[in-house]
């Protein structure tokens, strides 16, 4: 096994375990002295080796002519699994977005540009889960007699409260954008993010579907009914994408050549043809049809 495939694969090993050693430790569960340093020692020792595999492919890069920044891309591309990082990234990108939520700032969103929400579907959904969170919360506050198990599960229920509501608010904060231009940038808060060009749109329609699945989904009959299974890579010309908010979709977009996109995980696919939701489609398709003049 090769330095970099070892690097990645301790990373990969090593933040779940850590992220449970942090978990116990805030739950105020008492681990014994000799599992601590032990678990301490391990990490110390993948973050020696990932500096060491890191130097070695930044000094790489360097040599080849990249830019510092280039080659500090390139070294954390490298030893990082590109899902660990979009998960990474994910989560901050949704936390940052609590921050927005609170002073009603929308990201990507300039003068001149059309915004369009999305999140009408899903709305009463997330505030009942959090509702039920937080209503189970307090119950296991009284039923759990163990106070290291309450600690840690009081640990679990805050955190998925709060990603809930982060995950709302990227929704919120991070709307479908169509600029003067006559481009569009779909989204879907901080997992999914594709810009159309301008001069890809072949047609655009309001075309309420209610497609069943993830929310990402693929298929290749231009019904909606196939599913492209897991997050692997899908590079055919005549894929259908719906991105589904609420099990629905408002607006078809037919492209005039297949565009490139990224799934939540990381994985590339392309298709040419995108079915997203809208909370008025009819507004964001007289936008898109009719852009702004230059």
């Known amino acids: 096994m090769s330095a970099v495939r070892a690097a990645r694969f301790a990373v990969a090993a090593v933040i779940p375990g850590e992220l449970s050693l942090v978990l116990c430790v805030v739950s105020g569960v008492r681990l014994p002295g000799w599992a601590v340093v032990a678990a301490e020692v391990l990490v110390l020792g993948v973050l020696l080796l990932e500096a060491r595999v890191l130097r070695s492919l930044y000094a790489a890069a360097r040599a080849r002519g990249a830019t510092p920044a280039g080659a500090r891309r390139e070294a954390v591309r490298a030893v990082v699994p590109v899902a660990v990082r979009r998960l990474l990234l994910h989560e901050l990108r949704a936390a940052a977005s609590l921050g927005r939520w609170v002073l009603r700032r929308e990201h990507g969103v300039r ?12 709305t009463a959904m997330m505030y009942g889960l959090v509702f039920v969170s937080v209503v189970e919360t307090v119950a296991l506050a009284f039923l759990i007699p163990w ?27 991070r709307p479908h954008v169509v600029r003067p231009d006559g481009s569009l940038r779909i989204r879907y808060g901080a997992l999914f993010d594709l810009t159309v060009p301008a001069d890809a749109v072949a047609s655009v329609r309001v075309d309420r579907r209610y497609p069943e699945g993830r929310l990402v989904k693929l298929s290749g009959d231009g019904k909606g009914d196939g599913n492209a299974g897991g997050d692997g890579d899908d590079t055919g010309d005549g894929q259908v994408l719906d991105l589904i908010v609420g099990s629905q979709t408002t607006v078809t977009l037919e492209l005039n050549r297949p565009l490139e996109f990224r799934r939540p995980l990381g994985a590339r696919a392309r298709a040419r043809t995108i079915r997203f939701h809208a909370d008025d489609p009819r507004a964001l398709v007289t936008a898109l049809r009719q852009p702004a003049p230059p």
């Open 111 to 122: 003068p001149g540009d059309v915004a369009a929400a999305y999140t009408g579907p899903q």
């Open 147 to 173: 106070p290291a198990v309450h600690r840690a599960v009081l640990v679990l229920d805050v955190y998925g409260v709060l990603l809930m509501l982060a995950m709302h608010a990227a929704c919120v904060t």
